[in-house]
C-alpha cells in the first residue's frame, strides 16, 4: 500500500543553518510522483516542487534543493541559509499513475522553526 | 497554475448546523479535490469531483454528511452537514492541473463548531 512517512515532527534551526527534511514513501507503482508542498501559519498550501518516479535527477531552486533516490525511496529537501520566513509545515506528497485517479497521499508534515 | 478561492475563509457554527463552502477556479479543470485538515493535522482527501458525475467518497466519508456539488469546471461547493464540534477543520479544496499531476490549492475554510 503507498504510504508517506516524514519521520521529523519538528525541526527548530537558527537563521543561517542549512536544515534537511526527510521524505520516505511506499509505492508498488512503477510510475508516480513526488510533491513538496509548504504551509506557512496563514494556512494556505503552496506547491513546490514536483518530481517524477523516471527523472532521478536532482533540483535546485535557489535555497532550496530537492535529492531524489529510489533505491532508498527518499525524496528529501534541503533549505540552504534557511530564513525566519522559511518557517513553516512542510508536507511531502505521492501519487500514484496506476490509481487513475491523480490522489494525493499526504505525509504527517514537519514542522520547521528558524530562529533569528 | 491555477488561481482558487473559497468562501467562506472562516467561520464559526452551532453544532447541528450544516455550513456550505464553495470553491471558485479562474480556468476549466476536470478534477477537484475536497481535504479537510484538522489542528495540528496533516490532509485527509475527502472526496474527488469530477464535472458532470457524482463524486467519488474515501473511507470514513459520506454522503450524507459531505455532499458535493459540481456543476460546471470551474467551481464546486463542499457542505458540512449536521455539525459536531469533531468537524471543526480547515477544509481546503484543490484543483489538478491536466498533465502536469500537480494539484493547487485554496485558501481553506477554517470551520469551528460550538
Known amino acids: 500500500a503507498q504510504k508517506v512517512t516524514q519521520a521529523q515532527t519538528e525541526i527548530s534551526v537558527v537563521e543561517k543553518e542549512d536544515v534537511t527534511l526527510d521524505c520516505v514513501y511506499e509505492t508498488r507503482d512503477t510510475t508516480y510522483y513526488l510533491f513538496w508542498y509548504k504551509q506557512p501559519p496563514s494556512g494556505e498550501l503552496v506547491f513546490l516542487i514536483r518530481r517524477n518516479s523516471f527523472d532521478e535527477q536532482n533540483e535546485i531552486s535557489g535555497r532550496y534543493s530537492w535529492n531524489f533516490q529510489k533505491s532508498t525511496s527518499s525524496f528529501n529537501f534541503t533549505i540552504t541559509a534557511s530564513q525566519v520566513v522559511d518557517s513553516a509545515v512542510y508536507f511531502c506528497a505521492l501519487s500514484e499513475e496506476g490509481s487513475g485517479t491523480y490522489k494525493y497521499i499526504f505525509g504527517t508534515g514537519t514542522r520547521l522553526k528558524v530562529l533569528a | 497554475s491555477a488561481v482558487i478561492s473559497q468562501k467562506p475563509s472562516r467561520d464559526i457554527c452551532q453544532r447541528g448546523t450544516s455550513l456550505t463552502i464553495q470553491c471558485q477556479v479562474d480556468?476549466?479543470?476536470?478534477?477537484m479535490f475536497w481535504y479537510r485538515q484538522q489542528p495540528g493535522q496533516s490532509l485527509t482527501l475527502i472526496a474527488t469531483a469530477n464535472q458532470g458525475s457524482e463524486a467519488t467518497y474515501e473511507s470514513g466519508f459520506v454522503i450524507d454528511k459531505f455532499p458535493i456539488s459540481r456543476p460546471n469546471l470551474t467551481f464546486s461547493t463542499l457542505t458540512v452537514s449536521n455539525m459536531s464540534p469533531e468537524d471543526s477543520s480547515i477544509y481546503l479544496c484543490?484543483?489538478?492541473?491536466?498533465?502536469?499531476?500537480?494539484?493547487?490549492f485554496g485558501p481553506g475554510t477554517r470551520l469551528t463548531v460550538t
Open positions: 480556468s476549466q479543470v476536470t478534477m
Open positions: 484543490s484543483v489538478e492541473v491536466a498533465e502536469a499531476y500537480e494539484q493547487y
